[in-house]
């Protein structure tokens, strides 16, 4: 279905609205979690660190506010209003960020809004209404395409060969056979902080103090986050739920006395609950691009006039 309709706008069969300043975009031709997310947010402060003031628009999947634009507070937005992953990319990259499932709509009011000269549609690779300058595709290293079919009979939203027609793959943890030209995204564990009392904790002091937890995980890959604990020497429990889960607190109640550990994404819907939070810690991370996928954005962006 993504496939015809990108056919019927490049045929001229269905018309795309073209924002007045460059519109980069974001997504993956798979479904569950490649990243996409992480990758986002490195690449507003990559944007900002090269002089530009990017905005971000997004579908605010799961949210209940989303039926028109809606801005996305930096800091005490309710996911359960905007979605849990703009909400996060608001509180991480302190740039305008407006929800709304018609990312036209979202866009004009991005740029009503305030001074944006480029905007960053989050997820947006398969919206094709949307006029883009940039398309930027996520895959995931270990799980690379999967079968190679499209929904239902696979994982992917469009054909494998999708990838050859983006500007710039990204593929995340390790190398994809798939996409052998892709740059490498790497996650960097920072710290570990508690969603109660909001104490911080470099890794190794929390692996220290904290051998075995519960691994809580509402996200499109649970398998990922629990090997990444491991990685740090903390021996997890996976709890998976599915992606965009809406927790009520029963999720994070264990008898063991043993921490709860979530990702940052599913922190941001926890603190809004009405429950005892002191055993739960967030591991926060950051994306990390290699020097040459730095090299690689730099020269497509000035290729396209973003950059000079």
């Excluded at 980069?24 to 990758?39: A, F």
């Excluded at 499109?220 to 903390?234: D, I, K, S, T």
Aim: positive net charge.
């Amino acid at each position: 279905m993504a496939e015809r309709r990108r056919q019927r706008v490049l045929s001229g069969r269905d018309g795309s609205w073209r924002a007045p300043v460059p519109v980069i975009v974001v997504g993956n031709v798979t479904v569950g979690g490649t990243g996409k997310t992480p990758l986002v947010i490195w690449l507003v402060h990559w944007l900002k660190q090269q002089g530009l003031r990017p905005g971000v628009v997004s579908r605010g999947y799961g949210g209940k506010g989303n039926r028109r634009p809606l801005m996305v507070p930096g800091t005490g937005a309710d996911a359960s209003r905007c979605g849990d992953e703009p909400v996060l990319i608001a509180a991480r990259t302190r740039c305008p960020v407006v929800v709304c499932r018609n990312r036209v709509k979202a866009v004009q009011a991005l740029l009503e809004a305030g001074v944006v000269d480029v905007v960053v549609a989050d997820d947006g690779l398969q919206h094709y209404a949307l006029a883009r300058d940039v398309e930027i595709a996520v895959v995931d290293g270990r799980r690379g395409l999967g079968n190679g079919r499209l929904l239902p009979a696979g994982p992917l939203r469009e054909p494998a060969e999708r990838l050859g027609q983006v500007d710039w793959v990204v593929s995340n943890g390790c190398a994809c056979s798939a996409a052998p030209q892709a740059s490498l995204m790497r996650m960097r564990p920072i710290d570990f902080i508690n969603l109660g009392t909001g104490e911080s904790l470099l890794p190794a002091e929390f692996a220290a103090r904290h051998d075995r937890v519960h691994a809580v995980a509402g996200i499109g890959n649970p398998g990922r986050f629990a090997r990444l604990l491991e990685e740090l020497g903390v021996r997890a429990e996976l709890h998976a739920f599915a992606d965009h889960h809406r927790f009520s607190g029963s999720e994070i109640a264990y008898e063991d006395g043993a921490p709860v550990v979530c990702t940052d994404k599913d922190a941001v819907k926890l603190v809004g609950l009405a429950v005892p939070l002191a055993h739960c810690w967030r591991l926060q991370v950051a994306a990390e691009i290699d020097a040459s996928g730095e090299r690689c954005l730099h020269s497509i962006l000035t290729r396209r006039g973003i950059l000079k």
